[in-house]
């Protein structure tokens, strides 16, 4: 398809994405959730951008809880790829605003497949309105990759523990990365590894929903961890007492520290996405704890709307 052609059937604001080049401020963010309004092309203008814009079909829809919709997207151009945390762009038919939402499948399931998996949480901000309202199999979108932070590890790095912290709706680009990580074992056990790929030694992943049925991909990542005793996972429900599969409340101090009687505090990477309130003291716990501020990154919504 030419680019004439594309930048018709494409909305206007594309043309930002195409030609915006000059760095506006330095953005720590990866994966996006955006429940005010926020125009998601000035927000990411500085981040990096797959060169691809890709055609995709909705091939699956399933309500993931009362809230969230996930889509089985099928991508129509095989030079687009990403890096498990990426997210994104999302230009929809009739929506002028464009969307921004992280993936929460492998980049193994694109190269497998041919497909992506996205979450999206309801709210009236239009490209999630319209992902709950008019969203069918068979609708055309296109898409295009952006983030520039992620979990790609080589072996010229130094071995490392994985910690993982998601609030809500956080988990999906943290998702991307457990079930990378559940990839890059299964490979290695056939011995299909490609040789500069480096697995973490341990992964614990602690998971927090204001509702048990929020929790959404439980069984799936429970059935990750039944065969992988390198994984673990600690799910928690703030609206609820103790009950069998998880703790009642927020994640607190102690449990920060009993993470780091597996882990090793000194060689954990961590990866953060959720509610502002619930970053920012994660990352004071982590740091008190002993980690170095450099080895915490976390995504940061444009509002607390849904914590």
């Excluded at 330095?26 to 996006?32: A, E, I, S």
């Excluded at 341990?202 to 065969?227: D, F, G, H, P, R």
């Amino acid at each position: 398809m030419t680019g004439c052609k594309l930048m018709k059937i494409l909305p206007s604001c594309l043309s930002f994405v195409l030609k915006r080049k000059k760095v506006l401020h330095l953005n720590r963010n990866f994966g996006r959730k955006m429940t005010d309004g926020s125009n998601h092309l000035e927000r990411t203008a500085e981040s990096g951008r797959n060169n691809i814009t890709s055609l995709a079909t909705v091939i699956g829809l399933r309500q993931e809880s009362t809230t969230v919709k996930s889509l089985r997207l099928k991508i129509h151009d095989e030079r687009l790829t990403f890096k498990a945390g990426q997210w994104v762009d999302m230009f929809m038919p009739e929506v002028d605003i464009v969307g921004g939402f992280s993936m929460y499948s492998s980049p193994e399931q694109l190269q497998r497949e041919g497909t992506i998996d996205l979450a999206v949480k309801y709210s009236k901000h239009p490209p999630a309105l319209w992902v709950h309202s008019k969203c069918y199999e068979g609708t055309k979108v296109y898409l295009r990759v952006g983030g520039d932070i992620y979990y790609d590890p080589s072996v010229s790095e130094s071995p490392h523990d994985l910690l993982l912290i998601a609030g809500g709706i956080g988990i999906n680009p943290l998702l991307s990365i457990l079930y990378h990580v559940r990839d890059l074992i299964s490979l290695k056990e056939k011995g299909n590894l490609e040789g500069d790929k480096l697995i973490p030694q341990k992964v614990l992943l602690l998971y927090s929903a204001a509702k048990q049925e929020e929790l959404i991909c439980k069984n799936e990542i429970e059935q990750i961890v039944s065969v992988n005793d390198k994984i673990k996972c600690n799910f928690f429900v703030t609206q609820a007492e103790p009950s069998y599969g998880f703790k009642g409340g927020r994640i607190c101090k102690e449990d920060i520290k009993e993470s780091f009687n597996w882990l090793n505090e000194h060689q954990t990477k961590t990866y953060i996405c959720g509610p502002p309130p619930m970053i920012t003291n994660m990352e004071k716990l982590l740091i008190e704890q002993g980690l170095d501020k450099k080895t915490i990154l976390y995504e940061q919504w444009w509002t607390s709307a849904d914590t």
